[in-house]
């Protein structure tokens, strides 16, 4: 399998970066192809857009949404100076709506494009991360804002753009993914208070809602305080994840009672 493995630690020495090259290790000794998309290491921006924002115009949305969107005004506004207005204005002039919104998609960032592509290659993912503030830090956010964006990640039928969580269209093909998060507090604290918004948020939300077929969420906990042994026991951990990487063969329950939520919504 094509495993891509988003990583984000701003420390190339810290224990993330320990457990990034385990895991990488145990994939490759099993066999798989890893393709390692470190964010801070690429100097990946993950403030969201406006040339973000316009690539959410889908030829496919609704004829009226679409419209509403006004593709053309948007073509224009993104312009700089008379000269590139001129040239944007004869750009788009004779083409619909449809042609206007495949044409801002073709020209849209092209590093969000160049990472999408990467996750579009993958036969699975996995992300490495720190918790910061109950959720994943800002670069790995703005990440999935900017690449899992309307037409490459997701889509609305008509009850979506009607206001319905219903309505929302996972595209995602991937078999699995797997998030990995180290933590500074207990397991106790976790289980408690912790797991349950951070699974509906990044496990459900991020992942299994835009189609991924398994999800699993793996925790080291109180990994910035853990004694050498338990780091020990965390890295060949690590390396087990990866050296045993593939999909259950059977469905995913959680999935099943997270589109049942959703059709219940």
Not at 24 to 51: C, I, S
Request: glycine share 8%; aromatic share 12%.
């Amino acid at each position: 399998m094509r495993v891509l493995t988003v990583y984000a630690h701003p420390n190339p020495k810290s224990f993330c970066h320990a457990v990034l090259d385990e895991f990488t290790r145990g994939l490759r000794d099993a066999g798989h192809t890893p393709d390692v998309l470190d964010l801070y290491a690429t100097k990946f921006d993950p403030v969201f857009t406006m040339a973000d924002l316009a690539t959410w115009m889908h030829p496919d949305m609704p004829a009226d949404i679409l419209e509403r969107s006004n593709p053309r005004q948007a073509v224009l506004d993104g312009a700089r100076g008379p000269i590139q207005r001129f040239l944007a204005a004869r750009a788009i002039r004779g083409k619909d709506n449809k042609a206007i919104a495949r044409m801002i998609r073709a020209h849209g960032p092209k590093d969000a494009a160049a990472h999408w592509q990467r996750v579009a290659d993958a036969d699975a993912m996995a992300f490495i991360a720190p918790v910061f503030w109950l959720g994943f830090p800002a670069i790995l956010k703005g990440w999935f804002e900017r690449v899992f964006s309307y037409g490459n990640a997701f889509a609305l039928d008509r009850v979506g753009w009607e206001g319905h969580v219903r309505g929302r269209i996972g595209l995602l093909h991937h078999e699995k993914a797997l998030v990995i998060t180290p933590t500074l507090f207990s397991q106790d604290d976790y289980e408690a208070d912790w797991k349950e918004p951070m699974t509906r948020i990044i496990d459900d939300w991020g992942l299994r809602y835009p189609g991924v077929k398994h999800v699993e969420h793996v925790y080291f906990y109180r990994a910035t305080v853990a004694d050498e042994a338990t780091i020990r026991g965390y890295l060949e951990r690590a390396y087990q994840l990866g050296n045993e990487f593939a999909p259950p063969p059977e469905s995913d329950p959680n999935l099943d009672s997270v589109q049942g939520a959703g059709r219940d919504a």
